[in-house]
């Protein structure tokens, strides 16, 4: 579904437009399931949630099957077209109540505090705007909310690290859909406010060479309570 400027009823162009990246997406996303034990991430990732959650950047909706029974809705922000559509296929297979929204991040079309938890997944990667996108997290969910995190970012040695730089101001954004390697995932989410709960390096894959976007992080995190800030 286009999305529509206010007041004017223009339709507006997706915010994210990348088919081709969106078709190796779909692809290697599933691929890496079972090669990469990305199914067991996911479930750890969401193991517990309940209430209403807004996933930002749902892809292809592969979290979708691992949200636990306890989750009352899911509300899925996709901005790329192709990978929304598939998205809501998987909302038709998923046990849980699962809309899925157009829209980007660094605007979500979603009122204040109206969420138990938000997930981000991978997403913080590729985002125009780190800090605005986490600023509208923050905004969307409730004080005392909880924030699940599964994201790659900067690691290894100093070596890696300059590879990682090199590949973000050269090839590597556009070759993956505007995602960069060098990231800080949670000096962001600590830069918005979040105060950061348990989180633990993963390695992508466990074993094996280790790639420039091998270094994950996950985690939990939360919104402080009204009396906290």
């Not at 004017?8 to 890496?32: E, I, M, Q």
């Not at 985002?127 to 605005?132: A, F, I, L, Q, S």
């Not at 556009?174 to 962001?188: N, V």
């Not at 979040?194 to 985690?219: D, W």
């Amino acid at each position: 579904m286009p999305l529509r400027s206010a007041g004017t009823g223009k339709v507006s162009r997706d915010p994210v437009h990348h088919p081709l990246f969106a078709r190796y997406y779909a692809r290697a996303s599933v691929a890496a399931e079972t090669r990469l034990g990305m199914a067991g991430v996911r479930r750890r990732l969401l193991a517990g949630l309940s209430g209403r959650v807004i996933e930002i950047g749902a892809g292809n909706g592969l979290n979708f099957a691992h949200y636990p029974g306890t989750v009352s809705e899911v509300v899925a922000i996709e901005p790329e077209r192709r990978l929304r559509q598939s998205a809501v296929e998987s909302a038709l297979r998923s046990e849980v109540p699962v809309d899925v929204v157009p829209g980007a991040a660094e605007a979500l079309p979603v009122k204040s505090e109206a969420f138990d938890a938000v997930v981000i997944s991978l997403v913080l990667c590729s985002v125009r705007d780190v800090p605005r996108a986490l600023s509208e997290a923050r905004r969307v969910l409730r004080p005392g909310g909880t924030v699940r995190f599964f994201e790659h970012g900067r690691g290894g040695g100093p070596a890696m690290r300059f590879t990682q730089r090199a590949l973000d101001r050269t090839v590597w954004p556009l070759l993956s859909g505007g995602c960069h390697l060098s990231r800080d995932p949670i000096g962001a989410l600590r830069g918005a406010g979040f105060e950061l709960g348990p989180y633990r390096r993963v390695l992508l894959p466990e074993k094996g060479p280790k790639l420039p976007p091998s270094f994950c992080v996950l985690g939990t995190a939360w919104r402080p309570s009204s009396a906290d800030g």
